[in-house]
C-alpha cells in the first residue's frame, strides 16, 4: 500500500476542485448573453464589428474623412451599448436565480419547522429520586411497556 502525505492529498483534492469549477463554467454559460457579431476569438468576444468591406479599403487609401471616423465612433458606442445590456442582463439573471435559491431554502425549512413537534410530557415526569422510591414490579412494567412501543 502506498501512504498518501497530506500534502499530495490536499494537491490531488485541489486538482479536483479546479476540474469541477472548470467544468462548472463551462456549462453555466449565459444563455442571454449573445455574440452581437457571431463569433468568439480564443474564447472571448469580439466585442465590437472587426470586418471591414472591400468598399472601405478603396476609401482608406484617398484618406479617412469625418464621416468614416463618426462611423467608426458609432459601431463602437453600439458594440458598447450591446456589452452593457447583455452584462445587465446576466447580472438580473444571476439576481433572480440567487432569490429563487433563497425563497426555496426558506420555504423548504419553514415546512421542516411546521412538520417537527417538540414534546416535554415525559420529560420531567420520571427523576431519578421519583424512580428510587417505586417498587420494582412497577419499574419493570414501566420499562415492558416502553419496550413494547419500540
Known sequence: MEKISPLRASLKAFEQFKAQRAQKR?????PNATNPFGLTFKGSMIQ??????????QKQEEGSSFGDKFQKAGKLAASAWVSTINKLNS???SMISF????????MN?????NK?????????????????????????????EELQTV
Open 48 to 57: 465590437m464589428d472587426v470586418f471591414e468591406s472591400s468598399s472601405k479599403a
Open 109 to 113: 425549512t419553514w415546512d421542516k419547522l
Open 91 to 93: 447580472m438580473k439573471q
Open 99 to 106: 432569490g429563487n435559491r433563497v425563497k426555496e431554502t426558506t
Open 26 to 30: 463551462q456549462e453555466q454559460q449565459n
Open 116 to 144: 417537527t413537534e417538540i414534546n416535554f410530557t415525559g420529560l420531567f415526569r420520571d427523576s431519578v429520586s421519583s424512580l428510587q422510591k417505586r417498587p420494582v414490579v412497577e419499574l419493570e412494567a414501566m420499562l415492558n
